[in-house]
Each structure stands twice: as structure tokens, then as C-alpha cells.
């Protein structure tokens, strides 16, 4: 039995942004095959479908999380559907390799809107139902959250940022019974990348680098990440909130 299918997530109401492809793809169908409602919302139409062909307990919404009223829109859908809503996971999110000397505003501005400011109008809409449910929040950060990535330092503070929303908001809401957690992926087998707009060569070049310096000698697969994000998230977990969760197989130890 998978570590998914050994979590029971019945009826439950899960929302995940960035489903299309990767470490949101893989964390949607984990959830359905748990038992949850899944909500899986992202900008690529066919990629979402695909991700719901995966299993009948998902279905999808194709919008921009950075849009005004996306958020409120978000979470209505979720809540018309299914009257409630346990679980916001924040997977949405953009990577940008920018060194200083090459600093551009709009990329830096549009890093933070996707990475920082949309999950947090995100949380905003989600947390009068989350406080309901006594649900949590899954927040996607990277193992750049909290070491440096020469080249890429505008990625890796806005990652930082969200890890820092993370604890900031696991105090706030402790009281009211939501808990707020984050998980810090390493490199992991997704197109990242290739949306990042790097060519298919750098892309190999950049993975063979990585492997090297990973103790464990691999990158991540999407479903390492999936299967913490349940973890996190399972309602039974009561008294683990504010923490960050770093998968990267020990590259932040060397």
C-alpha cells in the first residue's frame, strides 16, 4: 500500500495549484486515490485535463492564479462543489535564473506575484472554510528557500519569502485550529526548467550538475514530494504546524 492510499482523505475538500504537470500533478492524484475531492487549478487547459484523466476524483479549473478575483474564484468552485474545503496546497509557482549583473524588474515583479503574492490572496479566501474544517495549508517552497543559488537569488528570496509566510502564519492561526506547513523540494524531475524558458541542452546539463552534488546521487521524483504533502496535511497530524520539510536528498547538507 502507498503512503497516499494509506491516508484516508474521504470526502474530504483539497484544492492544488500548479496540477498540470509534476510535483501538482502527482500531489492531485495522490489525494484522489486517498478518497479526497480534488480541485486541481492551473493555467494550461490540456495539461489539467490530463492530470484528471488520472483519476475520477479530480476535477480541474484552467485560470491564472495571479488574475484579480482568481483566488475567490478558486476557492467558490471548491466550496460550490463540494460544500467545504480541508486543504489548500500552494504548488503553483515559476523559476527564474537571473544573475544580478542581468537584474530585470518585471521578472522580479512577476516572480513575486506568482510565487508570494498569489498564494497569499490564495490562503486569504481559503482560511474562513479552513478554519471550519480545521484544515491546513501546504505551502511549496524549495530547498533555495533557505540556501543561496547563485544566478537565481530573485527565485530563491521569493521561496524564502514563503517560507517565511509559513511560520509567520502558523503562529497566527494556531489557535484557530489551521495548520500552516511547508514543503522545500531539491531538484526534482519536472519541467520547471523548460517553463523556465532554459533550451533542452542546458536543461540536461543543469540536471547532470545536479545529480552529481545530490549525496543520494538522483533527483527527486514528484511523488517523494506528493506522498510528504499528504503527510503534512492528514488531519491526524494535529500538533505538527510551522514547520518546513526539506526532500532534496541531502544536497542541504553539503
Do not use: C
Not at 84 to 107: F, H, I
Not at 138 to 145: A, F, R
Not at 218 to 223: A, K, M, T, V
Request: glycine share 10%; hydrophobic share 45%.
Amino acid at each position: 500500500m502507498s503512503n497516499s492510499t494509506a491516508r484516508n482523505f474521504m470526502d474530504r475538500a483539497v484544492i492544488v495549484t500548479g496540477a498540470g504537470s509534476g510535483i501538482g500533478r502527482a500531489t492531485a492524484v495522490a489525494f484522489a486515490e486517498s478518497g479526497a475531492h480534488v480541485l486541481g487549478v492551473g493555467r494550461r487547459r490540456n495539461a489539467l485535463e490530463e492530470t484528471a484523466g488520472a483519476h475520477s476524483g479530480i476535477a480541474v479549473l484552467p485560470l491564472d492564479i495571479r488574475e484579480e478575483g482568481a483566488a475567490e474564484r478558486v476557492v467558490g468552485t471548491a466550496v460550490e462543489m463540494w460544500g467545504r474545503l480541508d486543504v489548500l496546497v500552494n504548488n503553483a509557482g515559476a523559476a527564474a535564473m537571473m544573475p544580478l549583473s542581468e537584474t530585470d524588474r518585471s521578472v522580479i515583479n512577476n516572480l513575486f506575484d506568482l510565487n508570494v503574492t498569489a498564494p497569499s490572496v490564495l490562503a486569504r479566501a481559503a482560511l474562513p472554510h479552513l478554519r471550519d474544517s480545521g484544515g491546513s495549508i501546504v505551502n511549496v517552497s524549495s530547498t533555495y528557500g533557505h540556501r543561496p543559488l547563485p544566478g537565481g537569488a530573485h527565485y530563491a528570496a521569493t521561496k524564502s519569502a514563503l517560507e517565511q509566510l509559513t511560520r509567520s502564519w502558523a503562529l497566527e492561526l494556531a489557535s484557530t485550529g489551521v495548520r500552516v506547513n511547508a514543503i522545500a523540494p531539491g531538484p526534482t524531475e519536472t519541467d520547471v526548467l523548460a517553463a523556465a524558458g532554459l533550451p533542452e541542452d542546458t536543461i540536461d546539463e543543469i540536471h547532470s550538475a545536479e545529480r552529481e552534488r545530490i549525496p543520494v546521487g538522483r533527483l527527486g521524483d514528484p511523488q517523494d514530494v506528493a506522498d510528504w504533502i499528504l503527510r503534512l496535511a492528514d488531519p491526524r497530524d494535529t500538533h505538527i504546524t510551522g514547520q518546513i520539510l526539506t526532500i532534496d536528498g541531502g544536497l542541504e547538507l553539503v
